[in-house]
């Protein structure tokens, strides 16, 4: 699973988010009508900077599509400001505090779902536009009017995977092949795997009707043959895996020694190009679950991006989607934001905004900003790279309707 850092955060930084000293964007004067300033506040180093380089490439290239190689929007020239975070919620919102302050209407770039939820209430505060980034935290769906998502969602992740195991068991709808069957949830014990068994729990078992058991560790622990045992003594039909950090190789080793991956069909999320090594032999056995497949598209997107990333020697990769689609949502919130860049205008533009991204196409859900997109199902071929076995259109693989705040 695509790894998700989200560090505890005191008290005193959560009510710092909620008050800016700097006067509202919304209540200041005109904005410059020749320049528009977007803030990209990301993670360029910390344990998620990879996901922070390949949202920046991708953004680069998705600005360069969306405004014909200009920079521009109805003359008017981006001005993109970049920020490490670092996966730091308190440096994120000091640095969201800081560009607000310098008068920019546009903040994008989390990937770190703590920065994200620390980051959101402050745009509300002050009537910024936030376009989160890959950050996969289901809290940021719905959460102000003015958050909105460029990226998947866990319960996204958790829907693919019902769709997966239903197909799996000969089911139809979307439900059918999860009733009675055995889920196991194996996650580590931290804010991310807590919202992957969260996540699972609703989905697939009060909506689907399987039953569903947890199978959390210490995220210190070394030795996993406990755990591998825990899971297997359970029996499952279906091992839901959501993992991260240096123990993902000793935990798929450990998976198959114990026969986990032999006697239940095992679905995880594709990870970065980087991580493809650390299944190991395992790889062979899983269901991948997978928000992107590099190289898998091939619309007008897709080979913009591609084209753009061979001139600058970059190779595409899980997240470079997220951050082309953030670019055409800037793009669309500027164009229809009126000579004064007016936040409410933005949000209006963005709601309900239809448009084909690297992956098919995408829709701005108006009523709580979720990115309804394409999803796939994939699985490693014999030369250790993911091939795309089924493409869920979005409605299929849609979160559960929310509402905003």
Excluded at 43 to 71: I, M, N, R, V, W
Excluded at 301 to 317: H, L, N, P, S, V
Excluded at 365 to 382: C, I, V, W
Aim: glycine share 10%.
């Amino acid at each position: 699973m695509r790894r998700t850092l989200v560090p505890t955060v005191a008290a005193a930084v959560l009510a710092s988010a909620l008050a800016v000293s700097c006067a509202s964007p919304g209540d200041s004067a005109a904005a410059d009508s020749e320049e528009v300033k977007v803030a990209l506040v990301t993670s360029t180093s910390g344990p998620l900077a990879s996901y922070g380089k390949q949202y920046l490439q991708g953004f680069e290239a998705g600005l360069d599509h969306a405004t014909g190689g200009t920079g521009e929007v109805d003359g008017r020239r981006i001005t993109v400001l970049k920020d490490d975070d670092g996966g730091d919620p308190a440096k994120g919102v000091s640095l969201a505090k800081k560009r607000i302050g310098q008068d920019v209407r546009i903040i994008a770039g989390s990937v770190v779902s703590g920065v994200g939820t620390q980051i959101a209430p402050v745009a509300e505060q002050n009537r910024t536009l936030f376009l989160s980034g890959p950050a996969a935290t289901d809290e940021l769906t719905g959460v102000n009017k003015y958050t909105f998502r460029s990226g998947r969602q866990t319960h996204q992740d958790v829907v693919t995977a019902r769709a997966i195991l239903d197909a799996e068991a000969g089911g139809k709808g979307g439900k059918g092949g999860t009733t009675k069957q055995k889920v196991v949830v194996l996650a580590q014990d931290n804010a991310f795997g807590q919202a992957n068994v969260a996540a699972v729990r609703q989905l697939l078992g009060a909506d689907g009707g399987a039953r569903v058991t947890p199978v959390l560790a210490s995220p210190s622990a070394t030795d996993l043959t406990p755990t591998a045992s825990r899971v297997k003594s359970a029996k499952p039909d279906m091992v839901f895996v959501a993992w991260a950090g240096d123990t993902a190789q000793s935990m798929w080793n450990t998976l198959d020694q114990q026969g986990v991956l032999d006697s239940s069909t095992v679905v995880t999320g594709l990870d970065i190009r980087a991580s493809y090594p650390v299944f190991g032999k395992a790889r062979d056995k899983l269901t991948l679950l997978a928000h992107y497949v590099p190289g898998a598209t091939a619309n007008d997107e897709a080979e913009a991006m591609r084209a753009y990333f061979e001139k600058k020697k970059w190779q595409e990769d899980l997240f470079s989607p997220d951050g082309f689609n953030a670019a055409q949502m800037v793009v669309q919130a500027v164009r229809e934001s009126g000579e004064d860049l007016d936040t409410d205008a933005m949000v209006e533009a963005l709601e309900g905004f239809r448009f084909a991204g690297v992956k098919g196409e995408n829709t701005v859900r108006s009523s709580d900003h979720a990115l309804l997109q394409p999803m796939f199902q994939a699985e490693f071929d014999g030369s250790g790279k993911p091939a795309v076995l089924t493409v869920f259109e979005p409605k299929r693989v849609a979160p559960a309707a929310g509402k905003i705040g």
